[in-house]
């Protein structure tokens, strides 16, 4: 089992950077994967970043560009760098681990405004 508490969100102008956090109960060399995701108002939950355990990358196209997903494999987190933002960028971002099954942070309130 794990526990994951985003954090980093805030409100921002269109253009603007954020860099959000995804702070896990143990270490996350051995989990498969950790995602970001998002949900706008009235919106279905979207996946918006992926890194593997080797590394890998995957971006929403929404967002390829100008946001970056890493992690730290001597600890136990995850980050977005968001650049350039958008309205569109505004929503609830979620964290999540995906090993044997899925776990989910409570999500960190990113606002973007005009």
């Known amino acids: 089992q794990v526990q994951l508490v985003e954090s980093g969100g805030g409100l921002v102008q269109a253009g603007g950077s954020l860099r959000l956090s995804c702070a896990a109960s143990r270490s996350i060399f051995r989990i498969n994967a950790m995602s970001w995701y998002r949900q706008a108002p009235g919106k279905q939950r979207e996946l918006v970043a992926v890194i593997t355990n080797s590394d890998n990358t995957h971006y929403a196209d929404s967002v390829k560009g100008r946001f970056t997903i890493s992690r730290d494999n001597t600890g136990s987190t995850v980050y977005l760098q968001m650049n350039s933002l958008k309205p569109d960028d505004t929503g609830v971002y979620y964290c999540?681990?995906?090993?044997?099954?899925?776990?989910w942070g409570r999500g960190t309130q990113v606002t973007v405004s005009s």
């Open positions: 999540k681990a995906s090993e044997v099954r899925d776990y």
